[in-house]
C-alpha cells in the first residue's frame, strides 16, 4: 500500500486545480503581455483573474500581488529587496531562529554583505519568543521575517504579538505564509504583514507558482533582484506562467473554502496516528507546543530507534515520511528547528515528520500504524 505522508513537502496537485490548469496547459496559447491580439489578451485577463481573486483572498488590492515562480523566489525578492531598498534607514534585520532555508539563506547573504542580522529564539515548544524580540529591537531596525505555521513542527506563530511589539511606524514585517493556506485562516495573517509569501505546491497546486504580496500602505519599496523586463512592475522580470498562477490562485481558494472541514477531519486522523506511534514505541513524545500547533504536521521523537531508520523501514513498506525540511542542503545534520527548540542532537535523530493532508484516508493511518506495531516488535526481539 502506498502512503503520502509527507505533505509538509509538497501536496499532490487536486484534480479542480488541474481542471483550471488544462485549458492553459493545452490549446491557448498566447503570452499574457503580448495584449496586443486576442491570443494574448485572453492569457491576460487569466492572469488579472487569479491576481483578483489572489488579492480578495489576502484583503490587498490586485496592484500588490507579485508572482513568482517559487516561494524560495519570493522570500529572497522579500528580504533581500526589502533589506537593499531600506538600507538608508538603517542595517538591522531580525529573523526568527526557526525560519525554513529559502529565509535563513538570503538573511546569511545580508551578513556577508555588511547587515546586522539577529535571529530572535524559540521556546521549547517551538514558538517565537516575544520578550526576546521586544529586547532586539533597534531604532536602526528596517525588517523583521517570522513564518506563519512552522514546517517541521507545525507551530503557529505568534504574528498578532510580533504586530504589536514592532508597530506600524516600525521595521516592516516578512511572512513566509507557504504552510499556512489549508492550516489557519489566511486573510487575518496577510492583513498583519508588509510582506506575505504564498506558494502553490504546499497547498494542493502546481509547483512553479508563488506570489509576495507587498503592501502599499506604508510605501514598500523592494530592489529587483533580477533584470531583463518589466513584468511585475519590474519586481520579478519574465513571462509570468499562466496555468501555474491560474492553479495557484484556484488552489488557496479551495483551501480557505474547505478550511473548517480538512482542519476537523486531519486533526482527527492526526490524533490516530500520534496514539499508534506513542503505543508502538512507549516514551515517543511530540515536538511543539500544544496550544499552537496545526494538525497536519506530526513531529515525533522515538525512542529506541533512530530516524533514519525507521523513515527508511516505512519508506519500504511504501509510506512516505521525512526527517525534517524537504529543503535543507544538510539533510544529514540535525535539524535547526529542533536544536532552536532546544532539543539534543541524539533526541533530533530519532525524530520523524509525519505530513497529514486533504488525501489522507482513516485506511492509511490504520496501516501506517499496523507497520509501527510490527516494526517495534521486531525491534523488540
Known amino acids: 500500500m502506498d502512503v503520502y505522508l509527507d505533505n509538509l513537502a509538497t501536496t499532490p496537485l487536486d484534480p479542480r486545480v488541474l481542471a483550471a490548469m488544462l485549458p492553459w496547459l493545452s490549446g491557448r496559447p498566447g503570452n499574457p503581455h503580448a495584449r496586443i491580439h486576442a491570443f494574448g489578451r485572453a492569457a491576460g485577463e487569466a492572469v488579472d483573474e487569479a491576481r483578483d481573486r489572489l488579492a480578495a483572498l489576502t484583503g490587498a488590492r490586485a496592484g500588490e500581488i507579485v508572482f513568482a515562480p517559487s516561494a524560495t523566489a519570493a522570500n529572497n525578492l522579500a528580504i533581500l529587496g526589502a533589506a537593499e531598498a531600506r538600507m538608508r534607514k538603517g542595517d538591522h534585520v531580525l529573523v526568527s531562529a526557526i525560519e525554513h532555508p529559502s529565509v535563513l539563506g538570503p538573511a546569511d547573504v545580508l551578513l556577508r554583505r555588511g547587515f546586522n542580522v539577529e535571529f530572535v529564539p524559540v521556546d521549547n515548544g517551538g514558538v517565537l519568543d516575544l520578550d526576546a524580540l521586544r529586547a532586539r529591537l533597534k531604532p536602526t531596525t528596517i525588517l523583521v521575517s517570522v513564518m506563519c505555521v512552522n514546517n517541521e513542527v507545525g507551530t503557529v506563530q505568534p504574528l498578532e504579538g510580533v504586530r504589536d511589539i514592532i508597530s506600524d511606524r516600525g521595521p516592516l514585517l516578512h511572512v513566509d505564509a507557504s504552510q499556512a493556506p489549508g492550516k489557519v485562516a489566511l486573510k487575518p495573517v496577510a492583513q498583519l504583514a508588509d510582506l506575505l509569501t504564498l506558494s502553490g505546491h504546499k497547498a494542493y497546486g502546481p509547483k512553479g507558482a508563488a506570489a509576495l504580496v507587498v503592501r502599499t500602505r506604508r510605501q514598500v519599496r523592494l530592489h529587483p533582484l533580477l533584470t531583463g523586463g518589466g513584468q511585475e512592475d519590474g519586481l520579478w522580470p519574465g ?36 496514539d499508534a506511534a506513542v503505543n508502538a514505541f512507549p516514551g515517543a513524545t511530540r515536538n511543539g507546543s500544544a ?85 517495534a516488535a521486531k525491534l523488540r526481539r
Do not use: W, Y
Not at 495557484?248 to 496516528?273: P, T, W
Open 239 to 274: 513571462t509570468v506562467n499562466v496555468p501555474a498562477v491560474v492553479g495557484l490562485a484556484q488552489a488557496l481558494d479551495l483551501c480557505e473554502n474547505e478550511l473548517s472541514d480538512d482542519v476537523e477531519r486531519i486533526g482527527s486522523l492526526s490524533a490516530a496516528l500520534l
Open 291 to 375: 496550544d499552537s500547533i496545526v494538525p497536519h504536521c506530526l513531529s515525533v521523537t522515538f525512542e529506541g530507534v533512530a530516524g533514519e531508520t525507521l523513515v527508511a523501514h516505512l519508506a519500504r513498506e511504501g509510506i512516505a515520511a521525512a526527517l525534517g525540511s524537504a529543503c535543507s542542503s544538510e539533510a544529514a545534520s540535525p535539524s535547526h528547528v529542533l536544536a532552536a527548540m532546544g532539543l539534543q542532537p541524539a533526541r533530533s535523530r530519532r525524530t520523524l515528520r509525519f505530513g497529514l493532508g486533504r488525501f489522507t484516508t482513516p485506511v492509511e493511518i490504520d496501516f501506517t500504524a499496523a507497520v509501527l506495531q510490527k516494526f
